[in-house]
């Protein structure tokens, strides 16, 4: 469930209709709705609970939205954070999120980054690769510290979904193999700089399927139970991310409480705490980005090509992955017209969607995408020099902007001009 429904004002975001927001801030702009946050979050949080997962740690991926507001909000929850980059660790310490509730994951985690992670204190850093276990045992050494890792390993399972975000399989470049992950766990609780304390595992994003899941986390407690029988300490397993959610065209994922069902029968007496790396599922549905109807532009052969003042550069997603967003006229109406949503970027690939029936718009209409909350703003770019898009956050009746748009004197200021040229 969301907090984005028509009211007397067109579509509303909680108790602030989203025209409002597009009239003030200015189009195109991303708006998040606090309480559907704090909902998404809570409800997985009550579901694993439900399921007898007692104490899970639930490392919210901040790729997926990385403002740091929202951070603050799902961090004041008990949140804590999926990192992947130093960039990432910072937001999350910036939003109040403890050191040791961050996770640092990541498959290139380069020397100064681990530095940084190890300063800071994070709970674990998730170690990808055997030259990457030896880059933090380096590290940790210099610093005189002992590296916390949890062994990412590759469960060599698909996970269904496109092929850009499927992590599962022992063809992608994500973790260490079953076959040198108890070797590697070994070696690591014999060394003076690392502390090994667990395992973990990734294999996909938007999954919208329970068996790929269930064959995945049933071999990582078969991985536990065998480092646990060779005397060796495992106190968590961390089973990633990768809960689908429904875009409206996409098969209905399953239900946080059927996936902690799941987890619950699966994880049933091991004697580790469990820890979880949701991105989508808390951040998706809670952001839509409104955009402007600049013109429309009907060809006399028939094709209509409906022309918004958002682009590939403010969310990717359907130029990258093909991905489909239900796209809502403000204001509610009636009447069917087929339209191409496309945005002014020059490329082809600058294509929303391609006959989509929408209600009939006309130049000055708003339309917001749905379901844009994760991998939206995130993924933005200047791209055509357009500025980056702004984000506003919703609580009730009020809104605030939590990233400007950026001003052209600010854009051009960032180019430095070498007095040689
Ligand atoms: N943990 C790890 C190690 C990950 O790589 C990811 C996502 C997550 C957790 C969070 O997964 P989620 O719960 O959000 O599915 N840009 C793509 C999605 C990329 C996902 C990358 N990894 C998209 O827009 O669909």
Same mark, same amino acid.
């Not at 949503?341 to 490329?347: A, L, Q, S």
């Given at each position: 469930?969301?907090?984005?429904?028509?009211?007397?004002?067109?579509?509303?975001?909680?108790?602030?209709?989203?025209?409002?927001?597009?009239?003030?801030?200015?189009?195109?702009?991303?708006?998040?709705?606090?309480?559907?946050?704090?909902?998404?979050?809570?409800?997985?949080?009550?579901?694993?609970?439900?399921?007898?997962?007692?104490?899970?740690?639930?490392?919210?991926?901040?790729?997926?939205?990385?403002?740091?507001?929202?951070?603050?909000?799902?961090?004041?929850?008990?949140?804590?954070?999926?990192?992947?980059?130093?960039?990432?660790?910072?937001?999350?310490?910036?939003?109040?999120?403890?050191?040791?509730?961050?996770?640092?994951?990541?498959?290139?985690?380069?020397?100064?980054?681990?530095?940084?992670?190890?300063?800071?204190?994070?709970?674990?850093?998730?170690?990808?690769?055997?030259?990457?276990?030896?880059?933090?045992?380096?590290?940790?050494?210099?610093?005189?510290?002992?590296?916390?890792?949890?062994?990412?390993?590759?469960?060599?399972?698909?996970?269904?979904?496109?092929?850009?975000?499927?992590?599962?399989?022992?063809?992608?470049?994500?973790?260490?193999?079953?076959?040198?992950?108890?070797?590697?766990?070994?070696?690591?609780?014999?060394?003076?700089?690392?502390?090994?304390?667990?395992?973990?595992?990734?294999?996909?994003?938007?999954?919208?399927?329970?068996? #790929?899941?269930? &064959?995945? !986390?049933?071999? %990582?407690? @078969?991985? *536990?139970?065998?480092? $646990?029988?060779?005397? /060796?300490?495992? +106190?968590?397993?961390?089973?990633?991310?990768?809960?689908?959610?429904?875009?409206?065209?996409?098969?209905?994922? #399953?239900?946080? &409480?059927? !996936?902690?069902? %799941?987890? @619950?029968? *699966?994880?049933?007496? $091991?004697?580790?705490? /469990?820890?979880? +790396?949701?991105?989508?599922?808390?951040?998706?549905?809670?952001?839509?980005?409104?955009?402007?109807?600049?013109?429309?532009?009907?060809?006399?052969?028939?094709?209509?090509?409906?022309?918004?003042?958002?682009?590939?550069?403010?969310?990717?997603?359907?130029?990258?992955?093909?991905?489909?967003?239900?796209?809502?006229?403000?204001?509610?109406?009636?009447?069917?017209?087929?339209?191409?949503?496309?945005?002014?970027?020059?490329?082809?690939?600058?294509?929303?969607?391609?006959?989509?029936?929408?209600?009939?718009?006309?130049?000055?209409?708003?339309?917001?995408?749905?379901?844009?909350?994760?991998?939206?703003?995130?993924?933005?770019?200047?791209?055509?020099?357009?500025?980056?898009?702004?984000?506003?956050?919703?609580?009730?009746?009020?809104?605030?902007?939590?990233?400007?748009?950026?001003?052209?004197?600010?854009?051009?200021?960032?180019?430095?001009?070498?007095?040689?040229?």
């Amino acid at each position: 469930m969301n907090h984005f429904e028509y009211g007397p004002e067109g579509l509303t975001c909680e108790g602030v209709p989203l025209a409002r927001i597009a009239a003030e801030v200015g189009t195109p702009v991303y708006v998040y709705s606090r309480a559907t946050l704090e909902r998404h979050f809570t409800v997985f949080r009550d579901a694993l609970e439900l399921a007898g997962v007692a104490d899970p740690l639930i490392a919210y991926a901040v790729k997926a939205n990385s403002n740091v507001a929202v951070l603050k909000v799902l961090g004041e929850l008990g949140a804590g954070a999926d990192t992947v980059s130093e960039g990432e660790v910072r937001r999350a310490l910036a939003a109040g999120i403890p050191a040791e509730r961050i996770v640092f994951s990541g498959v290139g985690k380069a020397r100064r980054e681990i530095e940084f992670a190890l300063q800071a204190g994070v709970a674990e850093i998730n170690v990808e690769s055997e030259p990457e276990l030896n880059l933090i045992a380096a590290v940790a050494a210099e610093l005189g510290v002992r590296a916390k890792v949890a062994f990412r390993v590759n469960p060599d399972v698909a996970a269904g979904g496109h092929a850009k975000i499927a992590t599962g399989k022992a063809e992608n470049k994500f973790g260490v193999s079953f076959a040198e992950a108890a070797r590697l766990y070994a070696n690591a609780s014999n060394h003076a700089a690392l502390e090994p304390v667990g395992v973990a595992c990734h294999i996909g994003s938007q999954i919208t399927e329970l068996a #790929p899941m269930r &064959a995945a !986390f049933s071999k %990582m407690r @078969g991985l *536990v139970e065998q480092l $646990l029988g060779e005397g /060796l300490s495992v +106190e968590r397993l961390d089973l990633g991310g990768g809960l689908g959610v429904p875009y409206f065209n996409h098969p209905e994922p #399953p239900s946080p &409480a059927d !996936f902690a069902a %799941m987890v @619950g029968e *699966v994880t049933a007496g $091991l004697p580790v705490r /469990l820890a979880f +790396e949701p991105g989508r599922v808390i951040a998706a549905n809670a952001g839509v980005l409104v955009s402007e109807v600049i013109h429309i532009h009907a060809r006399p052969e028939g094709r209509k090509f409906l022309v918004i003042d958002a682009a590939m550069n403010d969310l990717v997603r359907p130029a990258m992955y093909d991905a489909f967003h239900d796209i809502r006229p403000l204001t509610r109406r009636d009447g069917e017209a087929v339209y191409d949503v496309v945005g002014p970027v020059c490329e082809t690939g600058d294509t929303f969607t391609r006959d989509r029936a929408l209600p009939p718009l006309a130049a000055g209409d708003l339309v917001a995408f749905m379901s844009a909350g994760a991998y939206g703003a995130a993924m933005a770019s200047e791209y055509n020099t357009r500025p980056l898009v702004p984000e506003v956050l919703v609580d009730g009746d009020r809104f605030a902007v939590i990233r400007a748009r950026p001003t052209y004197d600010e854009m051009l200021a960032r180019d430095l001009v070498p007095d040689w040229v």
